[in-house]
T-cell receptor, first 113, second 114 residues
Framework: QKEVEQNSGPLSVPEGAIASLNCTYS??????FFWYRQYSGKSPELIMF????GDKEDGRFTAQLNKASQYVSLLIRDSQPSDSATYLC?????????????FGAGTQVVVTP | DVKVTQSSRYLVKRTGEKVFLECVQD?????MFWYRQDPGLGLRLIYF???????EKGDIPEGYSVSREKKERFSLILESASTNQTSMYLC?????????????FGPGTRLTVT
């Protein structure tokens, strides 16, 4: 079983719709959770992080965390073609304090005009 | 503006060659990381450094070594390149802040071993 699991996609979303991305993790002690966006041929860039249960909003992005269910999600509202990318879920490791992350394989999102 | 640079964007090497990948950051970060990224497998940590001359193995260190002689520079070494090391290599750096400190990534080096 992978430590951080994401649906690989592609997730096809009409322009203007909501894209919903899911991520589950196995380390119950993980405290911090990150969403990175990676355009094709580019390196990952941070969209947002969350560490408390509930929702966290930043512009068109909302991260949702449920530690009891070991589940973190990302919602992209009013999806735009520029949102077409692979989204990586990353989870902190509880075995150290150096900020090492465990990454999922990513979900490819395709926003269609 | 934060910046992480890597020595090459594309590299082609032959089996058995010794390969050096270099990463430089200008943010005075203590922590630096080397990952490889393969389709369907995501980013996997090869090695990590938390200070000059200090290093820790990541999840897949076999066949690799690292060097950090200066704070801003973290080198990944493939002692004897093999075809299964063909991959995208990404370097990242991070400040020692809280758990929410962001990892900043370099542009990546696509290595092909023939």
């Amino acid at each position: 079983q992978k430590e951080v699991e994401q649906n690989s996609g592609p997730l096809s979303v009409p322009e203007g719709a909501i894209a919903s991305l899911n991520c589950t993790y196995s380390d119950r002690g993980s405290q911090s959770f990150f969403w990175y966006r990676q355009y094709s041929g580019k390196s990952p860039e941070l969209i947002m992080f969350i560490y408390s249960n509930g929702d966290k909003e930043d512009g068109r992005f909302t991260a949702q965390l449920n530690k009891a269910s070991q589940y973190v999600s990302l919602l992209i509202r009013d999806s735009q073609p520029s949102d077409s990318a692979t989204y990586l879920c990353a989870v902190s490791r509880t075995t150290d304090s150096w900020g090492k992350l465990q990454f999922g394989a990513g979900t490819q999102v395709v926003v269609t005009p | 503006d934060v910046k992480v640079t890597q020595s090459s964007r594309y590299l082609v090497k032959r089996t058995g060659e010794k390969v050096f990948l270099e990463c430089v950051q200008d943010m005075d970060h203590e922590n630096m990381f080397w990952y490889r990224q393969d389709p369907g497998l995501g980013l996997r940590l090869i090695y990590f450094s938390y200070d000059v001359k200090m290093k820790e193995k990541g999840d897949i260190p076999e066949g690799y070594s690292v060097s950090r002689e200066k704070k801003e520079r973290f080198s990944l070494i493939l002692e004897s390149a093999s075809t299964n090391q063909t991959s995208m290599y990404l370097c990242a750096s991070r400040d020692t802040g809280g758990d929410d400190s962001e990892q900043y990534f370099g542009p990546g080096t696509r290595l092909t071993v023939t």
